[in-house]
C-alpha cells in the first residue's frame, strides 16, 4: 500500500508540474509558487485536523518549514525551467537528482533495501532519463545553450526536491498533516524575500488563478499521499517510485500539445514498469 500511494503521488506531482509550468508561461515562476502555495496552505489547513488530534510538536513544524523553503526554491526554479528551457533535459535530470538526494540519505542512515529492490532502484535510473526524450531536432538552439541551462536548473530543482523529501520524512507520524502547513508557511516566508528581489506581483491576477489554484491543490494533494507512504516504506524505496513523475507530465504534454511519444519514450515506460516491479516484489 505504502508504494501504490508513492504511485498516486508520483502521478499527481507529474500533473501538478505540468500544470505549474503551464502558468509559468504567462505568469513569472515565483509568483505562480506564491500563489499556488498560498491556496494550498488553505487547503491542508482545513484538512490536517482529519488526521491528528491536537497541535503537533514544534520539531515537526519546524522540519516542515525547512522543506517548504526547499521545496518552494525547487518549484520556482522547475517551473522557470520548463516554461524557457528544454523540458526534455530539465525534467529528467531533476528527476534523477531528487531521487539521488533521498536514495543516499536514507542508506546513509541505515535504510537496507531487499536485493530484488536494489536492482530495481538501478534500472529506474536508465528509466527516468528516457521517459522525458523529446524526438524533435533542436534546431532553435545549435549551441546547445538552452540544454546546458536546462542541466543546470534542473539539477538545482532537483536537489531543492530532494531536500523536501529527506527534510518532510522526518517529522513523526503524530503530527499528521501539520508538517505540511509548516512546508507551506516556509514556503510562502521564502517567496515574500524572492518577490521583490526579482520585482515580479507577489500574487497572479485574476485570469491565472483557475490554473495557479490547480497547481496548488494538486501538489497538495501529492505531498499528502508521498507524506504517508514515506513514514510506512524506506524513504529510499518510496523516492524511486516518486521519480517517474515525469509520465503523467509527458502524457499530458502528447494530449494537450500533441507532442509525439517517441521510442525512446516507451523503453523508458517499459523499463519504469519492470523498476516499480521489482522495487514492489522486493
Not at 524505496?237 to 519514450?265: D, K
Amino acid at each position: 500500500m505504502p508504494l501504490l500511494l508513492a504511485a498516486f503521488a508520483s502521478v499527481t506531482f507529474g500533473v501538478a508540474d505540468f500544470v505549474g509550468g503551464f502558468a509559468s508561461r504567462r505568469v513569472a515562476a515565483v509568483t505562480v509558487v506564491a500563489g499556488s502555495q498560498l491556496v494550498a496552505l488553505v487547503a491542508i489547513v482545513a484538512a490536517a485536523p482529519l488526521f491528528s488530534d491536537g497541535a503537533p510538536p514544534a520539531s515537526d513544524l519546524a522540519w516542515g518549514f525547512g522543506a517548504g523553503m526547499a521545496g518552494a526554491v525547487a518549484l520556482a526554479v522547475f517551473y522557470h525551467a520548463l516554461a524557457t528551457t528544454r523540458i526534455g533535459v530539465a525534467a529528467p535530470v531533476a528527476a534523477v537528482v531528487s531521487t539521488l538526494a533521498p536514495v543516499l540519505f536514507g542508506i546513509i542512515t541505515g535504510e537496507r533495501p531487499a536485493p530484488l529492490a536494489w536492482v530495481g532502484m538501478l534500472l529506474a535510473l536508465p528509466a527516468v532519463l528516457l521517459l522525458p526524450a523529446s524526438g524533435r531536432e533542436h534546431v532553435d538552439d545549435p549551441s546547445g545553450t538552452r540544454g546546458q541551462r536546462a542541466a543546470y536548473l534542473g539539477a538545482i530543482a532537483g536537489l531543492g526536491f530532494g531536500m523536501f523529501g529527506i527534510l518532510i520524512s522526518r517529522t513523526a507520524s503524530e503530527s499528521g498533516m501539520w508538517p505540511l502547513a509548516g512546508a507551506r508557511i516556509g514556503s510562502l516566508a521564502l517567496m515574500a524575500i524572492l518577490v521583490p528581489l526579482v520585482k515580479v506581483r507577489f500574487l497572479p491576477d485574476r485570469a491565472a488563478w483557475p490554473t495557479v489554484a490547480a497547481a496548488g491543490i494538486l501538489d497538495m494533494s501529492a505531498n499528502m499521499l508521498f507524506l504517508i507512504a514515506v513514514r510506512q516504506e524506506l524513504l529510499s524505496l518510496v523516492a524511486v517510485i516518486m521519480s517517474f513523475y515525469p509520465v503523467s507530465t509527458m502524457l499530458l504534454a502528447r494530449i494537450v500539445f500533441g507532442e509525439r511519444t517517441v521510442r525512446r519514450q516507451l523503453a523508458g515506460l517499459a523499463l519504469a514498469a519492470v523498476a516499480v516491479t521489482l522495487i514492489a516484489l522486493g
